[in-house]
Protein backbone atom coordinates (compact mmCIF):
# COMPACT_ATOMS: atom_id res chain seq x y z
CA UNK A 1 0.00 0.00 0.00
CA UNK A 2 2.55 2.27 1.10
CA UNK A 3 5.51 0.92 -2.50
CA UNK A 4 5.43 0.51 -5.50
CA UNK A 5 6.44 -3.35 -6.94
CA UNK A 6 10.04 -2.39 -7.63
CA UNK A 7 10.55 -0.99 -4.17
CA UNK A 8 8.63 -3.66 -2.76
CA UNK A 9 10.74 -6.50 -4.53
CA UNK A 10 14.07 -4.63 -4.09
CA UNK A 11 12.75 -4.93 -0.14
CA UNK A 12 12.48 -8.43 -0.29
CA UNK A 13 15.97 -9.54 -2.07
CA UNK A 14 17.13 -8.02 0.77
CA UNK A 15 16.14 -10.34 3.47
CA UNK A 16 18.71 -12.02 4.49
CA UNK A 17 19.01 -15.14 6.85
CA UNK A 18 21.87 -17.25 8.65
CA UNK A 19 23.48 -19.22 5.93
CA UNK A 20 23.77 -22.54 8.29
CA UNK A 21 19.75 -22.41 8.53
CA UNK A 22 18.04 -25.84 8.01
CA UNK A 23 15.43 -25.75 5.16
CA UNK A 24 12.46 -26.53 7.26
CA UNK A 25 13.37 -23.56 9.77
CA UNK A 26 14.00 -21.58 6.52
CA UNK A 27 9.99 -22.59 5.46
CA UNK A 28 8.96 -21.51 8.73
CA UNK A 29 10.57 -18.28 8.78
CA UNK A 30 9.33 -17.54 4.88
CA UNK A 31 5.42 -18.58 6.34
CA UNK A 32 5.99 -16.48 9.35
CA UNK A 33 7.09 -13.41 7.20
CA UNK A 34 4.19 -13.86 4.89
CA UNK A 35 2.10 -14.51 7.73
CA UNK A 36 3.00 -11.41 9.43
CA UNK A 37 3.41 -8.98 6.65
CA UNK A 38 1.40 -9.62 4.12
CA UNK A 39 -1.66 -11.73 5.19
CA UNK A 40 -2.19 -10.38 8.59
CA UNK A 41 -2.35 -6.65 7.11
CA UNK A 42 -4.16 -7.53 4.65
CA UNK A 43 -6.83 -9.26 6.71
CA UNK A 44 -6.95 -6.32 8.54
CA UNK A 45 -8.49 -4.03 6.45
CA UNK A 46 -11.77 -6.10 6.05
CA UNK A 47 -13.96 -5.19 8.51
CA UNK A 48 -14.66 -7.63 11.82
CA UNK A 49 -17.83 -8.83 10.12
CA UNK A 50 -16.34 -9.72 6.54
CA UNK A 51 -13.23 -11.64 8.90
CA UNK A 52 -15.26 -13.60 10.52
CA UNK A 53 -17.49 -14.63 7.65
CA UNK A 54 -13.81 -15.56 5.48
CA UNK A 55 -12.88 -17.43 8.48
CA UNK A 56 -15.56 -19.41 8.69
CA UNK A 57 -15.93 -19.97 4.97
CA UNK A 58 -12.33 -21.44 5.37
CA UNK A 59 -14.13 -24.90 6.32
CA UNK A 60 -14.73 -25.67 2.71
CA UNK A 61 -12.22 -27.59 0.75
CA UNK A 62 -14.54 -27.79 -2.45
CA UNK A 63 -15.46 -24.76 -4.18
CA UNK A 64 -19.34 -23.69 -3.35
CA UNK A 65 -21.67 -21.28 -4.22
CA UNK A 66 -22.62 -18.17 -2.51
CA UNK A 67 -25.22 -20.12 -0.72
CA UNK A 68 -22.29 -22.25 0.90
CA UNK A 69 -21.00 -19.69 1.83
CA UNK A 70 -23.82 -17.89 3.50
CA UNK A 71 -24.55 -21.53 5.09
CA UNK A 72 -21.06 -21.17 7.41
CA UNK A 73 -21.77 -17.57 8.42
CA UNK A 74 -25.25 -16.95 9.41
CA UNK A 75 -25.21 -14.24 11.56
CA UNK A 76 -24.47 -11.87 8.61
CA UNK A 77 -25.09 -14.19 5.90
CA UNK A 78 -26.95 -11.34 3.98
CA UNK A 79 -23.54 -9.40 3.34
CA UNK A 80 -21.75 -12.22 1.94
CA UNK A 81 -22.12 -11.23 -1.55
CA UNK A 82 -20.41 -7.81 -0.27
CA UNK A 83 -17.71 -9.38 1.06
CA UNK A 84 -16.74 -11.79 -1.66
CA UNK A 85 -15.30 -9.12 -3.65
CA UNK A 86 -13.40 -7.67 -0.70
CA UNK A 87 -11.98 -11.07 -0.25
CA UNK A 88 -10.74 -11.36 -3.75
CA UNK A 89 -9.71 -7.84 -4.17
CA UNK A 90 -7.21 -9.16 -0.87
CA UNK A 91 -6.52 -12.28 -2.30
CA UNK A 92 -8.20 -14.46 0.02
CA UNK A 93 -10.88 -16.10 -1.64
CA UNK A 94 -10.84 -16.52 -5.61
CA UNK A 95 -13.84 -17.61 -8.16
CA UNK A 96 -14.26 -20.74 -10.34
CA UNK A 97 -16.57 -19.35 -13.35
CA UNK A 98 -14.93 -21.47 -16.21
CA UNK A 99 -17.09 -24.90 -15.84
CA UNK A 100 -20.49 -23.53 -14.11
CA UNK A 101 -23.26 -21.30 -14.79
CA UNK A 102 -23.22 -20.10 -11.20
CA UNK A 103 -19.77 -18.80 -9.79
CA UNK A 104 -18.38 -21.22 -7.18
CA UNK A 105 -16.40 -19.56 -4.39
CA UNK A 106 -12.92 -21.05 -1.91
CA UNK A 107 -10.88 -19.65 0.02
CA UNK A 108 -7.08 -20.00 -0.93
CA UNK A 109 -5.51 -23.50 0.49
CA UNK A 110 -2.79 -22.03 2.14
CA UNK A 111 -4.84 -19.75 3.95
CA UNK A 112 -7.18 -21.65 5.38
CA UNK A 113 -5.12 -23.03 8.35
CA UNK A 114 -4.36 -19.44 9.17
CA UNK A 115 -7.86 -18.40 9.29
CA UNK A 116 -9.45 -21.47 11.01
CA UNK A 117 -6.69 -20.86 13.58
CA UNK A 118 -8.44 -17.18 14.35
CA UNK A 119 -11.53 -19.17 15.72
CA UNK A 120 -12.48 -20.50 18.57
CA UNK A 121 -12.71 -24.50 18.65
CA UNK A 122 -16.75 -24.02 19.15
CA UNK A 123 -16.78 -21.50 16.29
CA UNK A 124 -15.05 -24.05 14.23
CA UNK A 125 -17.14 -27.02 15.16
CA UNK A 126 -20.35 -24.76 14.64
CA UNK A 127 -18.83 -23.91 10.72
CA UNK A 128 -18.03 -27.89 10.06
CA UNK A 129 -21.52 -28.46 11.20
CA UNK A 130 -23.59 -25.94 9.07
CA UNK A 131 -21.30 -27.24 5.92
CA UNK A 132 -21.69 -30.45 6.33
CA UNK A 133 -25.43 -29.87 6.71
CA UNK A 134 -25.36 -27.45 3.44
CA UNK A 135 -23.89 -30.22 1.43
CA UNK A 136 -26.00 -33.00 2.69
CA UNK A 137 -28.68 -30.76 1.92
CA UNK A 138 -27.44 -30.56 -1.61
CA UNK A 139 -27.61 -33.78 -1.91
CA UNK A 140 -30.79 -34.48 -0.75
CA UNK A 141 -32.00 -31.95 -3.26
CA UNK A 142 -29.86 -33.52 -6.37
CA UNK A 143 -28.20 -30.34 -6.77
CA UNK A 144 -24.59 -31.53 -6.68
CA UNK A 145 -24.37 -30.45 -10.28
CA UNK A 146 -24.10 -27.03 -8.69
CA UNK A 147 -21.03 -27.74 -7.27
CA UNK A 148 -19.33 -29.70 -9.67
CA UNK A 149 -19.56 -32.50 -7.68
CA UNK A 150 -20.59 -36.50 -8.13
CA UNK A 151 -23.25 -38.01 -5.07
CA UNK A 152 -20.27 -39.57 -4.12
CA UNK A 153 -18.23 -36.28 -3.54
CA UNK A 154 -20.43 -34.46 -1.89
CA UNK A 155 -22.15 -36.84 0.62
CA UNK A 156 -17.79 -37.19 1.40
CA UNK A 157 -16.95 -34.26 2.20
CA UNK A 158 -20.34 -33.67 4.11
CA UNK A 159 -19.23 -36.79 6.32
CA UNK A 160 -15.52 -35.30 6.19
CA UNK A 161 -17.19 -31.78 7.71
CA UNK A 162 -19.75 -33.94 10.26
CA UNK A 163 -16.63 -35.40 11.60
CA UNK A 164 -14.67 -32.16 12.26
CA UNK A 165 -17.61 -30.46 13.53
CA UNK A 166 -17.71 -34.13 15.84
CA UNK A 167 -21.46 -34.23 15.22
CA UNK A 168 -21.21 -38.14 15.27
CA UNK A 169 -25.58 -38.41 14.75
CA UNK A 170 -25.23 -36.76 10.93
CA UNK A 171 -21.49 -38.83 10.30
CA UNK A 172 -22.92 -41.73 10.75
CA UNK A 173 -25.95 -40.88 8.69
CA UNK A 174 -23.94 -40.10 5.35
CA UNK A 175 -21.55 -43.43 6.50
CA UNK A 176 -24.40 -45.34 6.40
CA UNK A 177 -25.48 -43.82 2.83
CA UNK A 178 -21.89 -44.25 1.72
CA UNK A 179 -21.44 -47.73 2.82
CA UNK A 180 -24.91 -48.67 1.44
CA UNK A 181 -23.20 -47.57 -2.59
CA UNK A 182 -19.62 -49.00 -1.64
CA UNK A 183 -20.68 -52.32 -0.97
CA UNK A 184 -22.98 -52.57 -4.13
CA UNK A 185 -19.60 -51.75 -5.99
CA UNK A 186 -17.49 -54.18 -3.86
CA UNK A 187 -15.11 -51.38 -2.39
CA UNK A 188 -14.95 -53.23 0.87
CA UNK A 189 -11.35 -51.79 2.32
CA UNK A 190 -13.07 -48.26 2.15
CA UNK A 191 -16.52 -49.62 4.26
CA UNK A 192 -14.49 -50.97 6.70
CA UNK A 193 -12.00 -48.22 7.24
CA UNK A 194 -14.56 -45.63 7.46
CA UNK A 195 -16.81 -47.54 10.02
CA UNK A 196 -14.12 -48.15 12.22
CA UNK A 197 -12.97 -44.51 12.38
CA UNK A 198 -16.45 -43.96 13.79
CA UNK A 199 -16.25 -46.47 15.54
CA UNK A 200 -13.30 -44.83 17.25
CA UNK A 201 -15.24 -42.08 18.38
CA UNK A 202 -18.08 -44.19 19.96
CA UNK A 203 -18.90 -47.54 19.83
CA UNK A 204 -22.51 -48.06 17.99
CA UNK A 205 -24.20 -50.58 16.72
CA UNK A 206 -24.53 -49.38 12.91
CA UNK A 207 -20.49 -49.05 12.49
CA UNK A 208 -20.45 -52.86 13.44
CA UNK A 209 -23.52 -54.91 11.30
CA UNK A 210 -21.51 -52.19 8.25
CA UNK A 211 -18.29 -53.91 8.83
CA UNK A 212 -20.01 -57.49 9.37
CA UNK A 213 -21.55 -57.16 6.52
CA UNK A 214 -18.42 -56.62 4.29
CA UNK A 215 -16.36 -59.66 6.32
CA UNK A 216 -20.06 -61.95 5.35
CA UNK A 217 -19.92 -61.01 1.48
CA UNK A 218 -16.20 -61.54 1.18
CA UNK A 219 -16.80 -64.68 3.06
CA UNK A 220 -14.85 -63.83 6.13
CA UNK A 221 -18.16 -65.74 8.64
CA UNK A 222 -15.65 -65.84 11.64
CA UNK A 223 -15.07 -62.26 11.54
CA UNK A 224 -18.72 -61.44 10.67
CA UNK A 225 -20.18 -63.23 13.48
CA UNK A 226 -17.58 -61.46 16.04
CA UNK A 227 -19.05 -58.34 15.01
CA UNK A 228 -22.88 -59.40 15.52
CA UNK A 229 -22.13 -60.38 18.70
CA UNK A 230 -20.34 -57.76 19.87
CA UNK A 231 -22.85 -56.00 18.30
CA UNK A 232 -25.36 -57.67 20.45
CA UNK A 233 -23.31 -57.83 23.83
CA UNK A 234 -21.27 -55.33 24.06
CA UNK A 235 -23.48 -52.44 23.98
CA UNK A 236 -25.57 -51.39 26.17
CA UNK A 237 -29.39 -50.53 26.48
CA UNK A 238 -29.49 -51.77 22.63
CA UNK A 239 -31.91 -50.27 19.83
CA UNK A 240 -34.70 -53.38 19.14
CA UNK A 241 -34.08 -52.80 15.72
CA UNK A 242 -30.07 -52.94 15.28
CA UNK A 243 -30.53 -56.10 17.80
CA UNK A 244 -32.49 -57.81 15.38
CA UNK A 245 -30.40 -56.95 12.50
CA UNK A 246 -27.26 -57.93 14.26
CA UNK A 247 -29.32 -61.30 15.01
CA UNK A 248 -30.60 -61.87 11.14
CA UNK A 249 -26.92 -61.20 10.42
CA UNK A 250 -25.88 -64.33 12.58
CA UNK A 251 -29.05 -66.35 10.88
CA UNK A 252 -27.25 -65.79 7.51
CA UNK A 253 -23.93 -66.49 8.28
CA UNK A 254 -25.88 -70.15 9.45
CA UNK A 255 -28.00 -70.42 6.20
CA UNK A 256 -24.76 -69.28 4.05
CA UNK A 257 -23.26 -72.54 6.32
CA UNK A 258 -25.91 -74.35 5.50
CA UNK A 259 -27.24 -74.73 8.89
CA UNK A 260 -31.32 -74.11 8.46
CA UNK A 261 -32.35 -74.96 11.79
CA UNK A 262 -30.38 -72.61 13.28
CA UNK A 263 -30.75 -69.62 10.71
CA UNK A 264 -34.61 -70.16 11.29
CA UNK A 265 -34.28 -69.81 14.99
CA UNK A 266 -32.65 -66.33 14.70
CA UNK A 267 -34.56 -65.59 11.82
CA UNK A 268 -37.80 -66.17 13.62
CA UNK A 269 -36.06 -64.36 16.93
CA UNK A 270 -34.99 -61.01 14.50
CA UNK A 271 -38.96 -61.70 13.01
CA UNK A 272 -40.71 -61.66 16.46
CA UNK A 273 -38.16 -57.96 17.51
CA UNK A 274 -39.38 -56.45 13.87
CA UNK A 275 -42.75 -57.17 14.89
CA UNK A 276 -42.91 -55.62 18.42
CA UNK A 277 -41.56 -52.31 17.24
CA UNK A 278 -43.52 -52.21 13.86
CA UNK A 279 -40.42 -52.53 11.33
CA UNK A 280 -43.02 -54.18 8.68
CA UNK A 281 -40.66 -53.78 6.27
CA UNK A 282 -37.63 -55.54 7.92
CA UNK A 283 -40.01 -58.17 8.86
CA UNK A 284 -41.16 -58.87 5.21
CA UNK A 285 -36.91 -59.29 4.41
CA UNK A 286 -37.32 -61.49 7.26
CA UNK A 287 -40.07 -63.97 6.00
CA UNK A 288 -37.79 -63.94 2.66
CA UNK A 289 -35.19 -65.72 4.28
CA UNK A 290 -37.38 -67.84 6.23
CA UNK A 291 -39.40 -68.61 2.69
CA UNK A 292 -35.55 -69.44 1.54
CA UNK A 293 -34.76 -72.33 4.03
CA UNK A 294 -38.44 -73.70 2.77
CA UNK A 295 -37.07 -73.63 -0.71
CA UNK A 296 -34.12 -75.29 0.33
CA UNK A 297 -35.71 -78.50 2.66
CA UNK A 298 -38.21 -78.53 -0.22
CA UNK A 299 -41.29 -76.99 1.55
CA UNK A 300 -42.83 -75.57 -1.23
CA UNK A 301 -46.42 -74.78 0.68
CA UNK A 302 -44.41 -73.44 3.35
CA UNK A 303 -42.24 -71.06 1.47
CA UNK A 304 -45.48 -70.30 -0.65
CA UNK A 305 -47.59 -68.94 2.25
CA UNK A 306 -44.67 -66.50 3.46
CA UNK A 307 -44.10 -65.35 0.09
CA UNK A 308 -47.57 -64.45 -0.55
CA UNK A 309 -47.28 -62.39 2.99
CA UNK A 310 -43.94 -60.38 1.69
CA UNK A 311 -45.87 -59.69 -1.53
CA UNK A 312 -48.52 -58.62 0.36
CA UNK A 313 -46.56 -56.12 2.57
CA UNK A 314 -44.23 -55.01 -0.61
CA UNK A 315 -46.91 -53.96 -2.72
CA UNK A 316 -48.50 -52.02 0.45
CA UNK A 317 -44.93 -49.97 1.69
CA UNK A 318 -44.77 -49.66 -2.14
CA UNK A 319 -41.66 -51.43 -2.69
CA UNK A 320 -40.87 -52.35 -6.40
CA UNK A 321 -37.94 -53.72 -6.01
CA UNK A 322 -39.21 -55.83 -3.03
CA UNK A 323 -42.17 -56.95 -5.11
CA UNK A 324 -39.42 -58.10 -7.90
CA UNK A 325 -37.18 -59.93 -5.17
CA UNK A 326 -40.56 -61.55 -4.23
CA UNK A 327 -41.50 -62.73 -7.59
CA UNK A 328 -38.31 -64.35 -8.49
CA UNK A 329 -38.91 -66.54 -5.66
CA UNK A 330 -42.14 -67.29 -6.76
CA UNK A 331 -40.02 -68.01 -10.00
CA UNK A 332 -38.08 -70.76 -8.34
CA UNK A 333 -40.59 -72.87 -6.71
CA UNK A 334 -42.01 -73.55 -9.95
CA UNK A 335 -38.28 -74.32 -11.46
CA UNK A 336 -37.64 -76.37 -8.33
CA UNK A 337 -41.04 -78.21 -8.53
CA UNK A 338 -40.74 -78.47 -12.39
CA UNK A 339 -43.88 -76.17 -12.74
CA UNK A 340 -42.04 -74.46 -15.70
CA UNK A 341 -45.15 -72.34 -17.32
CA UNK A 342 -45.60 -70.62 -13.64
Known amino acids: KEMDAAELEKELKNITLPSDVKSSELQKLKDKYFADIFAERLFGYLSPESQKALCRSAVYGVPVTLDGLM ?46 DRLSADERKV ?32 RSAYLQAQSLEPARNATDLISGFFVTCGFYDVV ?12 HP ?18 AKILHERCIHAIPNL ?21 CEAARKKFNKARKIMKAIGDIAGEAAILLQLATIDLRIRD ?22 GVAVTLHQFASIG ?8
Not at 130 to 158: I, P, T
Not at 306 to 320: A, C, D, Q, S
Request: charged share 25%; net charge negative; proline share 3%.
Open 71 to 116: AVSPESSDEVPDFVRGWQDRAFAYQDTDRFNEPLWIVYGLLRSWLL
Open 127 to 158: AHRAAGDFLFEMVKQNRMDELGLSWVDCMMYA
Open 192 to 203: RLMNFELLGFEE
Open 206 to 223: SQMIWIARTYMDQGDYDS
Open 239 to 259: DPRYKALAIYGLAAIDLRRDN
Open 300 to 321: FNGAHKKLTKVMKIMTEIGYPE
Open 335 to 342: LIDGNHEA
